[in-house]
């Protein structure tokens, strides 16, 4: 009878999330499949199938990635504004999905040029309505495991697509077209199943329709919001794009067949503990196991500085992982707690457009400085950021809050 009433409390204190968080995470992993058949083969095939320079490449994902960016301030504004967030999320993920089957009937650049635009349109159309959503379905208490659990199955897509690409260029022996068919089904399964599995809810009692982006709504969205995009910014500039754990891997000596694993065992690694810091960010202080997070980030930059061969890689790869599993659900927390429920969608939006510019500039440097003064220097600076970001959580003790 005890252990009856004590498992009964373990469920009262951990409350299970909606169906729903299962829902969108489903949806993620499912377009993420579908995105990464197609991009973790684009370039071969960009170069290889079509001629297409590198240059030419480098502008392409450049301008996709820069359209993205722009478009998550102006949806997560209109979901506030409309008060309609599943609508945006599938209207993003549809144009995602649309935007597949060109990929595989591409004949020259302007077309790729077409889908990929289209492609990151819809990102950035879903991206800030869609994490709005997640605080509008769960209460304050469950966001850290919402967030980790939909992250967790995200970037299980992930390192899924590389893997499932890797196995039908085999079984279709290289038929990059064909690869790029399959790749439209997870696709127009993820907007079938957010159409039907997730039920928005009204808005709440103090919720109001917010106009489209002006000065009064900035003001509201107050200095502890500012505060966390500012921590984010210094964060994302320690965290450069993962393109560099595979240059260093290929310095390093690895074959180029394994070299894919290097993203594989970072990706695992984040799937399988972001939703369970997400559920303990909701025990503990966000801020504090973000602090954490940067000291691990710090751990595993020195790791891959100083690496001397495959065992010390894997390992500062698998802190890497570590790390992005404590911190970017972690992250998407700190912001709901902030926003006002009235303005999430436009502080989504803000958050990301601050943090993907800053993603930008990451990594601008990070390659000047592999340029300049080796690969050594690149994940020294990347920790020196990360400490960087550590002084400023420490000193905005404003952040130190709980819902």
């Not at 390093?252 to 394994?258: D, E, M």
């Not at 954490?292 to 500062?316: E, N």
Request: avoid cysteine.
């Amino acid at each position: 009878m005890r252990q009856h009433l004590s498992s009964r409390q373990a469920r009262a204190a951990h409350p299970r999330l909606p169906r729903a968080i299962w829902v969108l995470g489903g949806v993620s992993m499912l377009m993420d499949i579908s995105s990464e058949l197609i991009h973790s083969l684009l370039p071969l095939f960009l170069v290889g199938s079509l001629g297409i320079s590198v240059l030419v490449v480098g502008l392409i994902e450049g301008v996709a990635e820069a359209t993205a960016l722009i478009v998550k301030v102006f949806s997560g504004v209109l979901s506030d504004h409309l008060r309609r967030r599943k609508l945006l999320a599938l209207l993003g993920y549809g144009l995602g999905a649309l935007s597949k089957p060109a990929f595989a009937l591409a004949q020259g650049a302007g077309v790729v040029v077409a889908a990929r635009f289209v492609d990151r349109i819809g990102k950035g159309i879903r991206g800030a309505p869609r994490d709005a959503l997640v605080a509008d379905l769960v209460r304050a208490e469950q966001r850290g495991a919402a967030y980790g659990l939909r992250q967790s199955l995200d970037t299980a897509g992930a390192f899924i697509g590389p893997l499932l690409a890797t196995a039908l260029m085999v079984w279709f022996v290289g038929d990059f077209r064909a690869v790029f068919w399959v790749a439209t089904v997870p696709a127009v399964l993820a907007v079938l199943l957010l159409l039907v599995g997730v039920r928005e809810p009204p808005p709440g009692p103090g919720a109001k329709a917010a106009s489209p982006i002006r000065r009064e709504a900035l003001a509201q969205l107050g200095a502890s919001f500012w505060a966390v995009v500012a921590v984010g910014a210094v964060f994302t500039l320690a965290r450069f794009s993962e393109a560099f754990l595979v240059l260093r891997a290929e310095q390093l000596g690895v074959a180029a067949s394994f070299v894919p694993l290097v993203m594989v065992a970072m990706n695992v690694v984040y799937a399988l503990s972001a939703y369970p810091f997400g559920r303990l960010s909701d025990s503990t202080r966000r801020s504090t196991l973000l602090g954490w997070g940067l000291l691990v980030l710090v751990a595993a930059d020195v790791v891959l500085a100083w690496a001397p061969g495959w065992p010390m890689l894997l390992l500062g790869v698998a802190l890497w992982g570590l790390h992005m599993g404590m911190t970017q659900g972690l992250l998407a927390a700190m912001v709901a707690d902030v926003a006002p429920e009235d303005l999430r969608g436009t502080a989504f939006g803000l958050f990301n457009l601050v943090s993907g510019v800053a993603m930008l500039l990451a990594s601008a440097i990070a390659g000047l400085l592999w340029d300049r003064l080796g690969s050594q220097s690149t994940f020294l600076a990347g920790a020196g950021f990360a400490v960087a970001a550590l002084v400023v959580l420490v000193a905005g003790r404003s952040l130190r809050h709980r819902p």
